[in-house]
């Protein structure tokens, strides 16, 4: 093909691309126009529902139009309504983002009617390529795909933009409100405040770790006792040690162990962070990058599973892979092809394309071998056949205790991929041998729940109402976490979870150190401005918009019903604000009022009121919320103008718990209660 500005040209096809979203939603001064050069964020034009919603041209970081954006689209544009082009095909990416970022440039672009098809590619490959080529659908047949994706951007919008303004202007520092980064956000706030406020408690164990033979036998009793209780623990490890401990069973059984599934996103993510530290946003932009390469097919995959359709691909990449000296061999197995279990795309794999490793970063080789070593595990022609044990140690009728070893006979896959033995290595002790114990209290403290790191949050987010307490097999916990997917309950897709993940960094809402998240005063400050004004975006709320939206994609309800949905619920969190008849305009270091002590200005502070004269050693300040009740702005100029307010209600006694009303006053220089 011949390369043009913007696009390539030959043997009848044009092929011109659109570098991300070169539009975005306008906004809210494109539906309530200002005659502010600058607009500032006001209450007057809140809250915003377009009735038809507006893309533009995106913008720069200075709100004007990107130039680089406008140039592409007129090509674009041009492309489109050149009189020899009579069919255009989307070959956006392969997901509801890559539907309407392509369908949004064609419906700016075309002036008059053309054919529209689709092409759907699993990985960019030559051969997939050709192939997909040959069974170009109609675009029409991805409408409820396209539906679904307006659907997510519009409500996105309307809950972003409305409640964004709302909650900054009400603060008075920026706050990013959204159905996403705030359930991500309020998970690491909830379990850091969980570790913050824990107080250890001391308990006792009873733990035996006499030698027999000459090997340390560690039996550790179900039996715990709490700190007041030492006497009976006591008394229990006497009755244990005067009892004979002897080997009671002895299972030994030889066993096949499988390897891991086919990576998806998010496991991949989790393997990487775990062994790398490898942040989510690193990960992903490598493996776009191996994908766009045509190494490695559609990143953001949320299955572990390929489709059966697909088994002609994989003997091929079969092939390509046995040529590097790997034992493969193709076998069907509903371990591998479910076809139950793919929503959108199978699971991770590499391609029939093989890269130069000497080409590859260090980085690209980390994430590239990851999905090759899995990929060898499963399709490995050599079973991992393992030596299992387990010996019953009986004390008395008191007490069994398992004691479990595994010892891997044929090491089969795990030659090519991770895997970490759990079980013990475990003495040779036969049936009807004594053990010798020395059972004794030995003093625990109970641990804090521990700090999210990027395998658990992830884990968190595909499943967030999963009950951790529940023992569940392996079986039941995936089925679950699908089930969970399929219904649109999880926090985020993989298409999208990283993308937030990175802007709540960026925000410094959390910090990422190694590969663990924490909260940080910004995201504390989120939490709880927002707990304040009730907006309750939690992770029922996230998950029931995610379930509205499976329901537009199954066609089971419209874009318009969700939009609908989500105005309701904004309606709702403003009428309560214009019951209450507060105004809060403005910004932190809006002046507010004089101070009634020094007579220099009080200004809005991120917690509340304060004399700019602090630096004269002036004292006075307000926070924003006084026994539970935001102090608007309004209030605030009334009391500092007036010296006291109107009676007010919703104020609650820290003492007793109970709300009571009041009016706020000046009094020597500190705000009161008057009753």
Same mark, same amino acid.
């Given at each position: 093909?011949?390369?043009?500005?913007?696009?390539?040209?030959?043997?009848?096809?044009?092929?011109?691309?659109?570098?991300?979203?070169?539009?975005?939603?306008?906004?809210?001064?494109?539906?309530?126009?200002?005659?502010?050069?600058?607009?500032?964020?006001?209450?007057?034009?809140?809250?915003?529902?377009?009735?038809?919603?507006?893309?533009?041209?995106?913008?720069?970081?200075?709100?004007?139009?990107?130039?680089?954006?406008?140039?592409?689209?007129?090509?674009?544009?041009?492309?489109?309504?050149?009189?020899?082009?009579?069919?255009?095909?989307?070959?956006?990416?392969?997901?509801?983002?890559?539907?309407?970022?392509?369908?949004?440039?064609?419906?700016?672009?075309?002036?008059?009617?053309?054919?529209? *098809?689709?092409?759907?590619?699993?990985?960019?490959?030559? %051969?997939? +390529?050709?192939? &997909?080529? !040959?069974?170009? /659908? #109609?675009?029409?047949?991805?409408?409820?795909?396209?539906?679904?994706?307006?659907?997510?951007?519009?409500?996105?919008?309307?809950?972003?933009?409305?409640?964004?303004?709302?909650?900054?202007?009400?603060?008075?520092?920026?706050?990013?409100?959204?159905?996403?980064?705030?359930?991500?956000?309020?998970?690491?706030?909830?379990?850091?405040?969980?570790?913050?406020?824990?107080?250890?408690?001391?308990?006792?164990?009873?733990?035996?770790?006499?030698?027999?033979?000459?090997?340390?036998?560690?039996?550790?009793?179900?039996?715990?006792?709490?700190?007041?209780?030492?006497?009976?623990? *006591?008394?229990?490890?006497?009755?244990?040690?005067?009892? %004979?401990? +002897?080997?009671? &069973?002895? !299972?030994?059984? /030889? #066993?096949?162990?499988?390897?891991?599934?086919?990576?998806?996103?998010?496991?991949?993510?989790?393997?990487?962070?775990?062994?790398?530290?490898?942040?989510?946003?690193?990960?992903?932009?490598?493996?776009?990058?191996?994908?766009?390469?045509?190494?490695?097919?559609?990143?953001?995959?949320?299955?572990?599973?390929?489709?059966?359709?697909?088994?002609?691909?994989?003997?091929?990449?079969?092939?390509?892979?046995?040529?590097?000296?790997?034992?493969?061999?193709?076998?069907?197995?509903?371990?591998?092809?479910?076809?139950?279990?793919?929503?959108?795309?199978?699971?991770?794999?590499?391609?029939?394309?093989?890269?130069?490793?000497?080409?590859?970063?260090?980085?690209?080789?980390?994430?590239?071998?990851?999905?090759?070593?899995?990929?060898?595990?499963?399709?490995?022609?050599?079973?991992?056949?393992?030596?299992?044990?387990?010996?019953?140690?009986?004390?008395?009728?008191?007490?069994?205790?398992?004691?479990?070893?595994?010892?891997?006979?044929?090491?089969?896959?795990?030659?090519?991929?991770?895997?970490?033995?759990?079980?013990?290595?475990?003495?040779?002790?036969?049936?009807?041998?004594?053990?010798?114990?020395?059972?004794?209290?030995?003093?625990?403290?109970?641990?804090?729940?521990?700090?999210?790191?990027?395998?658990?949050?992830?884990?968190?987010?595909?499943?967030?109402?999963?009950?951790?307490?529940?023992?569940?097999?392996?079986?039941?916990?995936?089925?679950?976490?699908?089930?969970?997917?399929?219904?649109?309950?999880?926090?985020?897709?993989?298409?999208?979870?990283?993308?937030?993940?990175?802007?709540?960094?960026?925000?410094?809402?959390?910090?990422?150190?190694?590969?663990?998240?924490?909260?940080?005063?910004?995201?504390?400050?989120?939490?709880?401005?927002?707990?304040?004004?009730?907006?309750?975006?939690?992770?029922?709320?996230?998950?029931?918009?995610?379930?509205?939206?499976?329901?537009?994609?199954?066609?089971?309800?419209?874009?318009?019903?969700?939009?609908?949905?989500?105005?309701?619920?904004?309606?709702?969190?403003?009428?309560?604000?214009?019951?209450?008849?507060?105004?809060?305009?403005?910004?932190?270091?809006?002046?507010?009022?004089?101070?009634?002590?020094?007579?220099?200005?009080?200004?809005?502070?991120?917690?509340?009121?304060?004399?700019?004269?602090?630096?004269?050693?002036?004292?006075?300040?307000?926070?924003?919320?006084?026994?539970?009740?935001?102090?608007?702005?309004?209030?605030?100029?009334?009391?500092?103008?007036?010296?006291?307010?109107?009676?007010?209600?919703?104020?609650?006694?820290?003492?007793?718990?109970?709300?009571?009303?009041?009016?706020?006053?000046?009094?020597?220089?500190?705000?009161?209660?008057?009753?």
């Amino acid at each position: 093909m011949t390369k043009h500005d913007g696009y390539f040209e030959g043997g009848g096809y044009i092929i011109t691309w659109a570098f991300g979203h070169l539009f975005s939603l306008a906004d809210v001064e494109a539906y309530c126009p200002s005659s502010e050069e600058k607009p500032r964020w006001t209450m007057d034009n809140l809250p915003c529902f377009p009735e038809t919603f507006k893309f533009e041209i995106k913008k720069d970081s200075s709100k004007k139009t990107d130039s680089g954006a406008q140039k592409q689209f007129e090509i674009i544009k041009t492309l489109c309504n050149r009189n020899d082009v009579d069919t255009i095909i989307n070959a956006g990416d392969a997901d509801r983002e890559g539907e309407i970022i392509v369908r949004t440039c064609i419906d700016k672009a075309l002036d008059g009617k053309k054919a529209l *098809k689709r092409i759907w590619l699993p990985d960019q490959t030559p %051969q997939t +390529v050709q192939e &997909a080529m !040959k069974s170009l /659908k #109609d675009e029409r047949e991805y409408d409820n795909l396209a539906n679904e994706g307006y659907a997510r951007t519009y409500t996105d919008w309307l809950y972003g933009v409305n409640l964004t303004r709302y909650a900054t202007l009400r603060a008075g520092t920026l706050l990013r409100v959204g159905r996403v980064i705030v359930p991500i956000v309020k998970a690491i706030y909830d379990r850091d405040m969980a570790i913050r406020n824990f107080v250890p408690d001391i308990y006792y164990a009873l733990v035996s770790k006499a030698e027999t033979r000459g090997e340390e036998i560690e039996l550790i009793s179900k039996n715990k006792y709490n700190k007041n209780e030492i006497n009976k623990a *006591k008394e229990l490890c006497e009755k244990y040690n005067a009892a %004979q401990a +002897v080997v009671t &069973a002895k !299972k030994k059984k /030889k #066993d096949k162990l499988n390897p891991g599934k086919l990576y998806s996103l998010t496991k991949l993510q989790n393997y990487l962070g775990k062994r790398y530290k490898m942040s989510m946003a690193e990960s992903l932009e490598i493996l776009q990058g191996l994908y766009e390469k045509g190494y490695v097919t559609y990143p953001r995959t949320n299955s572990e599973y390929l489709a059966s359709a697909e088994q002609g691909k994989i003997k091929t990449i079969l092939k390509s892979v046995k040529e590097l000296g790997y034992p493969v061999e193709f076998r069907f197995d509903k371990k591998i092809f479910d076809d139950s279990k793919i929503e959108s795309h199978s699971a991770l794999t590499p391609t029939y394309k093989i890269p130069d490793k000497t080409k590859l970063t260090e980085n690209e080789m980390k994430v590239y071998s990851a999905i090759m070593r899995r990929f060898v595990a499963v399709f490995c022609s050599e079973e991992c056949i393992t030596e299992k044990t387990e010996i019953t140690v009986s004390v008395g009728d008191l007490e069994q205790f398992s004691l479990k070893g595994t010892v891997i006979v044929q090491p089969g896959w795990t030659a090519y991929d991770t895997y970490t033995r759990k079980d013990k290595i475990l003495p040779a002790l036969e049936k009807g041998d004594l053990v010798n114990i020395d059972f004794k209290p030995v003093e625990k403290e109970t641990t804090p729940p521990r700090h999210y790191t990027i395998e658990t949050l992830n884990n968190y987010l595909k499943n967030p109402f999963k009950d951790e307490k529940a023992q569940l097999s392996e079986q039941e916990d995936e089925e679950a976490e699908y089930r969970a997917m399929f219904e649109g309950l999880e926090l985020g897709t993989e298409a999208t979870r990283t993308g937030i993940i990175d802007n709540a960094r960026k925000s410094e809402y959390i910090l990422l150190k190694k590969d663990t998240y924490t909260i940080l005063p910004a995201g504390e400050n989120l939490i709880k401005s927002l707990s304040r004004m009730n907006i309750s975006m939690d992770k029922f709320k996230t998950s029931q918009m995610g379930v509205a939206l499976k329901k537009v994609f199954r066609g089971e309800s419209t874009t318009a019903d969700a939009v609908e949905m989500v105005k309701g619920e904004i309606s709702a969190i403003f009428a309560e604000a214009m019951q209450k008849g507060d105004s809060f305009d403005g910004f932190v270091g809006d002046v507010i009022g004089k101070c009634p002590v020094c007579g220099a200005d009080v200004t809005r502070t991120r917690f509340g009121y304060g004399c700019s004269g602090y630096r004269e050693g002036c004292k006075f300040s307000s926070g924003n919320v006084i026994c539970g009740k935001v102090i608007s702005v309004d209030t605030m100029k009334k009391l500092l103008q007036t010296g006291t307010t109107d009676l007010m209600s919703g104020f609650v006694s820290k003492r007793t718990g109970k709300e009571f009303s009041a009016k706020l006053a000046l009094e020597a220089g500190k705000v009161v209660f008057r009753f």
